[in-house]
């Protein structure tokens, strides 16, 4: 079993080797981006291009006012309602097609990412072809995953419940605030505990080729057995994402440095971050977790 400082340095050792392993993430952005354009088409065309032109003129509109004001003009709402009311049903067609569609996609090249990085670990190197069989085989399972861990986050909503059922039937305010402040403050923590320890649910879902159930069970599972290697993997990736957030306020503070970091910003996350995190999440599942290998030759790690 690796220590973690191996995981850490082995799995940027294996992102370096293998610069294929940024395509998943560059391809999600790209057919997201084209996905969406089409959507958005679909929906001129269906509300006709008159409807769009004044639609568009409106938010322009409401979009040039003063920002210092914080309000925004009734007339103008009141105008983009009257345009917006007709198309309503279009409109959320549209959107549950844009959000399922994307949804979809994500897990697609999320899936095949997770499988190249696997079998450069397994074997030292990957090509795109790992990409679209793991892609192929785990895009629904994980899409599924996605949508029962996204369920598991919502039902701590009940931890307002009190709160807004004791205003209701006492009308104490006092009471009200506290159940509520505690309340909010149980669900932030029951969403950060929940984010951390189904952290590896694709993790599992693609390594073992588990499906959706399954494989938020064994995220679990391996964060329980592993809280401590689990809970500094996001604290490392947590620290990084802090740190290119100040590196980008430091840029933003100019015009010219900030269009640069546009362009930059725009490159490190889908070409380094993501795929770095991705190998080292990758590698410490392998390294703690008996994995099935696919093939005769991937029966240990390459460096």
Known sequence: MERMSEVFSNGAYTWMKNPVLCAPFLLDLLTRTVFTIFVVAGVAIAIGTDAVTEIASELSQLAQAPSYTYELSPEVMYRIYHLVTPFIGIFIVAFLILMIGCALIQAFFESGAIGMAKTAVTTGTTELRDLFNYGRQ??????????????????????????????????????????????????????????????????????????????????????????????????????????????????????????????????????????????????????????????????????
Not at 200 to 216: D, F, M, R, S
Not at 234 to 240: Q, R
Not at 256 to 274: D, H, K, N, R, S
């Open 138 to 303: 785990s895009a629904i399972d994980l899409f599924l995953a996605n949508i029962a861990i996204t369920l598991l986050l919502l039902a701590g909503i009940v931890f307002l419940l009190p709160g807004v059922l004791l205003i209701r039937i006492s009308g104490s305010i006092e009471a009200y605030v506290i159940l509520l402040f505690t309340g909010l403050i149980l669900l932030i923590l029951y969403v950060i505990i929940l984010l951390i320890g189904l952290a590896p649910v694709k993790y599992a879902l693609v390594i073992t080729h588990a499906g959706p159930i399954e494989g938020v069970e064994k995220g679990w599972t391996f964060f329980s057995d592993h809280k401590v290697d689990v809970c500094l993997m996001y604290l490392i990736i947590f620290t990084i994402y802090i740190i290119l957030g100040l590196i980008e306020n430091i840029y933003y503070t100019k015009p010219a440095t900030a269009a640069i970091w546009q362009f930059v910003g725009m490159l490190i996350y889908p070409c380094i971050v993501m795929p770095l995190i991705t190998v080292w999440w990758t590698r410490l599942y392998m390294s703690r977790e008996p994995v099935m290998a696919d093939t005769p030759a991937q029966h240990r790690f390459y460096r």
